[in-house]
């Protein structure tokens, strides 16, 4: 797609002043400059590199959800990975354990029959019935607790789950001394209320922004990944901090995306979608794809010669680009 006809397309949604405003200046931190395709293309794992996907919102147990983790395996099969995390509301309505088999085992079977391993966080719904079910669940790898953290790549990478629902000053203290802790490159959080969110149906919480944020800023967190809003988002990096919005697994709220909210970057509100990310020394790579493989997304967080400290590339275009495949 030309520049033109891009431009063209995006005046007849009405968002050009938000998309080629972006396209034609960044934000400061952000650049137009993209990222090539997967290291891991081709079905090799590449040495040194962390892969993993990240899905929110997705146990539904309807044919949107089986379409998707079809979509999830074929994209497994070209760019393997052995992580995947889960962004809450892992079961709907209510986490019933009853529901595990057909809301989980069923539609991921291809992934769990591979080696892949889920870590999950626990959404809203999960908690109604099912918070110590979901919790001592094997395939949701927990260790019997709401909040927890595990490292890949030889302490590449460290991930930290945490449990938005309840965010009692115990958990806080815990993640404190976890992250104080840790030695890994890369740090990403996830869980399910997200801190900055452009979603018409929830959007920010701003309470569990004040109580993560300043963790978060002061640990060099370089990643956080959210689902609640039943759609996908990148923000503009806050306080040096990327934030995503993955919650188009299963329930998708078309139309809604806000645009305008002063942290959007790019947005997809058309698609259910998932996330895949490759952790390399220098770079956090990520993609937005949808069932089809499309790519909706795609940049790269790059490490800076300050501690802690990121900058940012993308599409800046989200669901306005061309796709991608």
């Given amino acids: 797609m030309r520049r033109r006809e891009f431009l063209t397309q995006l005046s007849a949604t009405g968002a050009t002043a938000i998309a080629a405003t972006a396209l034609a200046n960044p934000p400061h931190g952000i650049s137009q400059h993209t ?21 929110g919102d997705m146990g539904t147990g309807e044919s949107e959800q089986y379409s998707l983790a079809k979509g999830i395996a074929a994209y497994h099969a070209q760019h393997p990975f052995d ?89 806080l203290q815990w993640l404190d001394e976890a992250l104080t802790r840790s030695k890994a490159l ?24 004040a109580q993560l944020e300043p963790l978060f800023v002061k640990y ?38 806000d645009r305008r909210t002063p942290f959007f970057a790019a947005g997809n509100d058309r698609v259910n979608s998932f996330m895949y990310f490759e952790a390399a020394t220098e770079k956090l790579s990520f993609w937005a794809v949808d069932a089809a493989g499309n790519i909706l997304d795609k940049g790269a967080l790059t490490r800076s010669a300050a501690p802690g400290k990121y900058s940012t590339s993308g599409l800046m275009r989200g669901e306005f680009a061309e796709i991608i495949s």
């Fill in 220 to 257: 060099g967190v370089a990643a956080a990944l959210s689902g609640h809003d039943h759609t996908y988002e990148r923000t503009n990096p806050q306080r040096d901090v990327q934030y995503f919005v993955s919650g188009a697994g299963g329930k998708l709220r078309k139309g809604d995306i």
């Fill in 35 to 55: 990222i090539g395709s997967p290291l891991s293309a081709g079905n090799q794992p590449q040495t040194g590199v962390v892969s993993f996907a990240a899905i």
């Fill in 83 to 171: 992580t995947v995390l889960t962004l809450g509301d892992n079961i709907y309505p209510n986490g019933d354990p009853a529901l595990f088999k057909e809301r989980f085992e069923r539609p991921y079977a291809d992934l769990l029959q591979r080696g892949v391993h889920f870590y999950a966080s626990l959404g809203n719904h999960d908690v109604q019935r099912g918070l110590q079910a979901q919790i001592k669940y094997a395939n949701f790898n927990m260790g019997g607790k709401p909040y927890y953290s595990f490292v890949k790549g030889d302490g590449l990478i460290e991930f930290f789950a945490l449990d938005s629902t309840n965010m009692a000053r115990q958990q």
């Fill in 186 to 209: 890369w740090k990403v959080a996830f869980f399910h209320h997200p801190l900055y969110s452009s979603g018409i149906t929830h959007g920010s919480d701003l309470k569990l922004r």
